[in-house]
């Protein structure tokens, strides 16, 4: 199913055609940042001298402390009277990034939604439950507006109260819900506990952090749904700059509004397809906001295969994030490897915790992992021999060595939005 046929099947060379000409149009419009003016004045780049879509690599990155360094608006390219909302990321680690749209901007974005949607079959028929904060976080109002342009009849339920969130799937016949996917393990938990049956349900709609293949099997079995990932990022809009097609074989960015390059984080040379590295995404179509070469700090790469859906080709589904990355006394390690090291083992729950400490001027990780509760009989033997399992999948797949304690079912904080799942404490020590 397509949203807009004719632009998600844009042949390649009508395709670069529409993004280089957005580009410089980009270009146009970033004159009235004045930190774009400083920048590419710096680095001798005049909009002239971008004459090919490879001449995107002559311009300089953005980093997201750039845009908190420009807080609240030195961002904006458009007078604040034509910025018709703002939106805010956390926080959590200093000011927040500001990001404003105009009317343009939040028609532009309700579509690609829009397309999202469809694309993986939902209609106007659908009954749609939107489990995500309707605050300053772009997930709630993003598929909130999305929906509605669909046609869906769309539930605002927002985040918190599990067990109402559970009834008005069974009272209101809901055929889709969109949650962060630790959200949704916590909700078929407490689906389970309720007894209650989720039968009108068919679609999950999970996005906002890295979740693997692993953790999809579980929440399809439990829930009962066909589950698709989600991608985006506040200062691209926020959801809806990738999507997975019914093929899920990949994301399916949308490449007339967004220009994509796979870096090495550490270098920032351009990677070929098929390489792994960071996301950079030049939005094309953004009118108060637009960035150049945006370092998402997400890791992925570009897949150049043609897809069975007919659209244009794909990025990987995210791996984890250049910043969420640890090193481990030389070993890079991602959250996303210890979740699908523990969801293939079937006596561990789909929650655990990773703590990281310096000891003896040596870096230690400790994995705090719930018990299934159908496992969890309290024997020291049996406990013992779960454990030592556990450690053994972990260093297979890590080729490091963990502290692994296992705590009963339910111990651990379970998240309505964004799983924080590690905390580093070398830094304390």
Known sequence: MF?????????????????????KKTLSQVQNVEFYRKRLHEAQVKPGDIRTLADIQKIPFTRKQDLRDGY?????????????????????????TVVGYTRNDLNTWAH????????????????????????MFTGGLGFHYGAEKVGMTVIPSATGNTRRQIEMIQDFGVTAVHCTPSYAMHLAEVAEEMGANLESLNTGLFGAEPWSDSMRAELEKKLGVTAFDSYGLSELFGPGVAFECPERD??????????????????????????RGELVVTPLVKEAMPLLRYRTGDITMQIEDDCLCGRAKKIARITGRSDDMLVIRGI??????????????????????VYVDRINHLDEMTIDVEINRDYFSGELQDLARIQKKVVKELHDTLELRTTVKLVEPGSLPRFEGKAKRVIDRRSEM
């Not at 046929?5 to 000409?21: A, F, G, I, V, Y």
């Not at 994301?251 to 390489?275: F, K, N, Q, R, S």
């Open 112 to 135: 690609l939604i829009a397309r999202n949607m469809t694309m993986v079959g939902l209609t106007d028929q659908d009954i749609f439950q939107n489990m995500v904060n309707y605050g």
């Open 250 to 275: 990949g994301l399916h960015i949308w490449h007339d509004c967004y220009l994509v390059e796979i870096i090495d984080p550490a270098t920032g040379e351009v990677l070929g397809d098929g390489e």
């Open 72 to 96: 609240p608006f030195g961002f904006f390219a458009v007078p604040i009277h034509e910025v018709v909302r703002i939106h805010t990321t956390s926080g959590t680690t200093g000011k927040p």
């Open 332 to 353: 890079n390690v991602f959250p996303s490897q210890i979740e699908h090291v523990l969801l293939r083992i079937p006596e561990v729950g789909n929650q655990f915790m």
């Open 3 to 23: 949203w807009d046929e004719k632009t998600e099947t844009l042949p390649k060379r009508d395709l670069e055609r529409l993004q280089l000409k957005r580009l």
